[in-house]
């Protein structure tokens, strides 16, 4: 059964950064993504990156301020969030079992917990 545990989320000045990071319970490594929901919102796609670490892609919202990476090591994915903005205040999920390259909810199989991060301004 898949596990994933997320972490790092918390309260952050408008402008400051954050890094989540997603263990993953598994031994093997795979595609993994990030999501947020922020209140009274859908869910909707932040990032994704392949098992080995070589390929990213994000949503809009996200490009130029968000980094996507991985340490296989420690079976971790990270989210590196910089020049954060009030709007980005949401619940972060990771999440797996999925086709790379879709941005899709419905596409994702397994996901985590979530961690809150609230921006202030």
């Known amino acids: 059964q898949v596990q994933l545990v997320e972490s790092g989320g918390g309260l952050v000045q408008a402008g400051g950064s954050l890094r989540l990071s997603c263990v993953d319970s598994?031994?093997?490594?795979?595609?993994m993504g990030w999501f947020r929901q922020a209140t009274g919102k859908e869910r909707e796609f932040v990032a994704a990156?392949?098992?080995?670490?070589?390929?990213?892609y994000y949503a809009d919202s996200a490009k130029g301020r968000f980094t996507c990476s991985r340490d296989n090591a420690k079976n971790t994915v990270y989210l590196h969030m910089n020049s954060l903005k009030p709007e980005d205040t949401a619940v972060y999920y990771c999440?797996?079992?999925?086709?790379?390259?879709?941005?899709?909810?419905?596409?994702?199989?397994?996901w985590g917990q979530g961690t809150q991060v609230t921006v202030s301004s």
């Open positions: 999440a797996s079992n999925f086709p790379y390259g879709s941005t899709r909810e419905s596409d994702f199989g397994s």
């Open positions: 598994r031994r093997t490594y795979y595609d």
């Open positions: 990156i392949n098992w080995s670490g070589d390929t990213t």
